[in-house]
Protein backbone atom coordinates (compact mmCIF):
# COMPACT_ATOMS: atom_id res chain seq x y z
CA UNK A 1 0.00 0.00 0.00
CA UNK A 2 1.58 3.08 -1.23
CA UNK A 3 0.64 6.03 1.21
CA UNK A 4 0.08 9.06 -1.15
CA UNK A 5 -1.58 11.18 1.94
CA UNK A 6 0.04 13.11 3.76
CA UNK A 7 -2.77 14.22 5.77
CA UNK A 8 -2.81 10.59 7.52
CA UNK A 9 1.29 9.79 8.04
CA UNK A 10 2.01 10.10 11.83
CA UNK A 11 2.23 13.16 14.09
CA UNK A 12 5.10 12.82 15.30
CA UNK A 13 7.15 15.69 14.07
CA UNK A 14 10.28 15.48 11.53
CA UNK A 15 11.30 12.20 13.04
CA UNK A 16 14.10 11.10 10.77
CA UNK A 17 14.28 8.54 8.50
CA UNK A 18 14.49 5.29 10.01
CA UNK A 19 17.18 4.28 7.05
CA UNK A 20 19.47 6.86 8.11
CA UNK A 21 18.92 5.82 11.99
CA UNK A 22 21.27 3.75 13.64
CA UNK A 23 20.60 0.23 15.34
CA UNK A 24 20.43 2.13 18.81
CA UNK A 25 18.18 5.01 17.48
CA UNK A 26 16.06 2.33 16.28
CA UNK A 27 15.75 0.38 19.48
CA UNK A 28 15.27 3.46 21.51
CA UNK A 29 18.46 3.25 23.30
CA UNK A 30 19.55 6.42 21.95
CA UNK A 31 18.05 9.88 21.57
CA UNK A 32 16.52 9.13 17.19
CA UNK A 33 16.85 12.95 17.26
CA UNK A 34 20.30 13.69 18.78
CA UNK A 35 22.00 10.37 19.02
CA UNK A 36 22.54 10.67 22.71
CA UNK A 37 22.43 7.77 24.91
CA UNK A 38 19.49 7.26 27.03
CA UNK A 39 19.75 5.25 30.27
CA UNK A 40 16.53 2.81 31.29
CA UNK A 41 13.62 4.64 32.37
CA UNK A 42 14.76 8.02 30.98
CA UNK A 43 13.73 9.76 27.48
CA UNK A 44 10.28 10.03 26.03
CA UNK A 45 9.01 6.78 24.07
CA UNK A 46 6.92 8.09 21.08
CA UNK A 47 5.80 4.89 20.67
CA UNK A 48 5.61 1.91 18.33
CA UNK A 49 6.71 2.96 14.59
CA UNK A 50 5.71 0.48 11.60
CA UNK A 51 7.93 0.76 8.25
CA UNK A 52 8.18 -0.90 5.10
CA UNK A 53 11.21 -0.86 3.53
CA UNK A 54 11.66 -1.28 -0.46
CA UNK A 55 13.07 -4.44 -0.16
CA UNK A 56 12.39 -6.40 2.92
CA UNK A 57 9.41 -7.17 5.60
CA UNK A 58 7.77 -4.90 7.30
CA UNK A 59 8.74 -4.35 11.10
CA UNK A 60 8.35 -2.26 13.96
CA UNK A 61 11.21 0.06 15.74
CA UNK A 62 10.96 1.85 18.86
CA UNK A 63 12.08 5.66 19.12
CA UNK A 64 12.50 7.38 21.99
CA UNK A 65 13.68 11.47 22.63
CA UNK A 66 15.32 12.76 25.20
CA UNK A 67 13.02 13.79 28.06
CA UNK A 68 15.19 17.36 27.74
CA UNK A 69 14.00 18.56 24.92
CA UNK A 70 16.10 21.79 24.65
CA UNK A 71 19.37 19.62 25.57
CA UNK A 72 18.44 18.01 22.75
CA UNK A 73 18.12 20.48 20.36
CA UNK A 74 21.50 21.77 20.72
CA UNK A 75 23.31 18.16 20.97
CA UNK A 76 20.80 17.66 17.99
CA UNK A 77 22.15 20.59 16.07
CA UNK A 78 25.91 20.18 17.07
CA UNK A 79 25.50 16.20 15.88
CA UNK A 80 27.52 16.54 11.86
CA UNK A 81 25.26 14.51 9.51
ZN1 LIG B 1 18.15 13.87 22.23
Redesign the pocket.
Known sequence: MINDKPGTTMTVRDLPPVSQLTEQQQRGWH?V??R?PLSPGSGIDLGEKRVTPAEGAAYSWFPR??ADSAA?RV??SETPS
Open positions: CRCAACCRE
